[in-house]
């Protein structure tokens, strides 16, 4: 690993690490609901958001799998250094992913657990250039009192893959970012289109 390469993290590395860690927890708790993440590094490639949240979840012990738009020198050698997570080219070995908008059409492969341990799927890590202005989709379920309305930037085609991979408790939890917010999609949310 060339050491040019390497770029700062947080700043206070447990106390930002909590932070983020808190800011997903909140996510997944409050699907929908936009929670933003402050004084986070950014390194090129990737947002703030996306940065502080591999910071905060990677480790050790959560294989990566990285989209071919994030698979850069770059990228691949600040969260080996920083977060010390193993690098996979398999999905299904992969605990947690790195997607860009473009990469949604295609879930196959990711674990999406098994019935005694659906801790044990895949979380995937959402780039996208914005969290709205997209169509809108409503969302249901745990934490949500009766709906959500959300407009993410993804083909229509994302929300019929998500489908096919979810039979809860089995299933994909989503974090999508963009610049300094972050929102969770747990497995348990129901996504219901908008009737035009």
């Known amino acids: 690993m060339s050491a ?9 590395p447990v106390l930002d690490a909590q932070r983020g860690f808190r800011a997903a927890l909140k ?17 090129e490639g990737l947002v703030p958001a996306t940065y502080a949240l591999c910071l905060a979840l990677l480790d050790v012990d959560t294989p990566l799998w990285l989209a071919p738009s994030f698979d850069t020198p770059l990228i ?17 070995e992969a605990r947690f992913a790195l997607l860009a908008a473009d990469d949604l059409q295609d879930l196959s492969g990711f674990d999406h657990g098994n019935d005694r341990y659906p801790d044990q799927s895949c979380t ?3 780039q996208l250039p914005s969290l709205a202005g997209g169509a809108g989709v409503s969302w249901r379920g745990p934490g949500i009192e009766t709906e959500h309305a959300v407009a993410l930037p993804v083909a229509d085609g994302f ?4 489908e096919q991979r979810n039979e809860f408790p089995r299933g994909l939890d989503l974090f999508f970012t963009a610049d300094h917010d972050l929102i969770g999609l747990p497995r348990s949310t129901r996504i219901t289109q908008e009737r035009v």
């Not at 040019?4 to 206070?12: G, I, K, S, V």
């Not at 929300?159 to 998500?162: G, L, S, V």
Request: net charge positive; hydrophobic share 45%; aromatic share 6%.
């Open 159 to 162: 929300w019929r893959e998500r």
């Open 76 to 92: 691949r050698a600040n969260l080996a250094f920083h977060c010390g997570c193993p690098l996979t080219v398999h999905r299904e």
């Open 124 to 126: 995937l890590l959402v």
């Open 4 to 12: 040019q390469l390497l770029q700062p993290a947080f700043a206070e």
């Open 27 to 43: 996510a997944l708790a409050g699907p929908g609901l936009i929670q933003t993440l402050h004084a986070t590094p950014s390194l």
